[in-house]
C-alpha cells in the first residue's frame, strides 16, 4: 500500500530524463501524466513474472482535488514480464476531470511492449483515450502510437530512433489552436555517448509533419516543426539531475 504523490502508473517514459532513452520525451508522455496522487494498492506474484495494481486517485495529474470536484478517479495497471528481457504493460484511468456541476469522464488506457537486449531494445505503444462532451452525450476521442529502437555500439555509444503519431480530433488534451484538429507525425533521431560511468552526452534531432497548419513559427500557422538540442546529464549515487 502507498498513498500520497506517486510516479505514474501510465507509459514507459516519466519525469527524470537520464532513465530514458531519448534526451526528449515522446507526444505520449507529455500529454499523460507524470505523477499521480492518492492511493495504491500492488502486489507481485512470487515468480515476479506478473505485476498488479489498482489506484484510487485524485484526478489527472492533480495533487489536489479539483475546485468544486469531489469524484475520486481510479486506475489499473497489469504488468508481465516473461523474462529478464520482455515487458508487456497495461494501464489506465478513469475519471471525472471537470467540477461536479459540468462533469466530463475521462477513459484513458496505454499499453507498450518493451524488449531489452544486450545489443538494442524496441518499445511499441499505443494510447487510446475518450472523454464526455459537454451538453452532449458523444464522446471526444484521441489515440497515438508510438515505435522506437536503440541501438548500443559499444558500451559508450548508442543511437536511437523514435517514430510516433498523435491524433487528438477535438483538442481534448492538446490545446485549443488555429486548427480544431491536431495530428502529427514525429520522427527523432537521438545519440548517446557516456564518456565516464556518471556522465551521458545527448543529442537529439526531432520533426514533426502535419497535413494541418497545427503548429506555429512565431508568425504564421505552418504544418511542420523542427528542434535539435543536446544536453549533459549527471548520475549522483544512482539518480540522474
Known amino acids: 500500500l502507498?498513498?500520497?504523490?506517486?510516479?505514474?502508473?501510465?507509459?514507459?517514459?516519466?519525469?527524470?530524463?537520464?532513465?530514458?532513452?531519448?534526451?526528449?520525451r515522446s507526444i505520449l508522455a507529455d500529454n499523460s501524466p507524470y505523477y499521480s496522487a492518492g492511493a495504491q494498492v500492488s502486489y507481485t506474484t512470487k515468480s515476479k513474472h506478473w505485476y498488479f495494481a489498482g489506484l484510487f486517485l485524485n484526478g489527472w495529474q492533480q495533487i489536489y482535488r479539483m475546485d468544486g470536484n469531489q469524484t475520486p478517479a481510479f486506475g489499473h495497471q497489469i504488468q508481465f514480464t516473461p523474462n529478464p528481457y520482455f515487458t508487456i504493460n497495461s494501464s489506465s484511468f478513469i475519471g471525472n476531470v471537470y467540477p461536479d456541476n459540468a462533469r466530463r469522464m475521462r477513459y484513458f488506457h496505454n499499453l507498450y511492449v518493451k524488449h531489452e537486449g544486450e545489443s538494442s531494445t524496441f518499445t511499441l505503444g499505443i494510447d487510446l483515450g475518450?472523454?464526455?462532451?459537454?451538453?452532449?452525450?458523444d464522446l471526444a476521442t484521441w489515440y497515438a502510437f508510438i515505435g522506437q529502437f536503440k541501438y548500443y555500439?559499444?558500451?559508450?555509444?548508442?543511437?536511437?530512433?523514435?517514430?510516433?503519431?498523435?491524433?487528438d480530433s477535438e483538442r481534448v488534451i492538446i490545446g485549443q489552436g488555429a486548427d480544431p484538429v491536431f495530428e502529427t507525425l514525429g520522427i527523432s533521431l537521438g545519440v548517446n555517448h557516456s564518456p565516464q560511468e556518471n556522465v551521458t552526452l545527448r543529442m537529439e534531432a526531432k520533426t514533426f509533419q502535419s497535413e494541418r497548419e497545427v503548429f506555429t513559427n512565431g508568425v504564421n500557422s505552418v504544418t511542420d516543426n523542427y528542434y535539435v538540442g543536446g544536453s549533459m546529464i549527471f548520475h549522483l549515487g544512482g539518480l540522474s539531475d
Do not use: C, N, P
Open 2 to 24: 502507498d498513498a500520497g504523490i506517486l510516479e505514474s502508473h501510465i507509459g514507459f517514459e516519466g519525469a527524470k530524463g537520464g532513465d530514458y532513452d531519448f534526451m526528449t
Open 130 to 137: 475518450a472523454q464526455d462532451q459537454s451538453l452532449t452525450d
Open 153 to 167: 555500439l559499444s558500451k559508450k555509444w548508442d543511437l536511437g530512433l523514435r517514430v510516433e503519431y498523435y491524433q
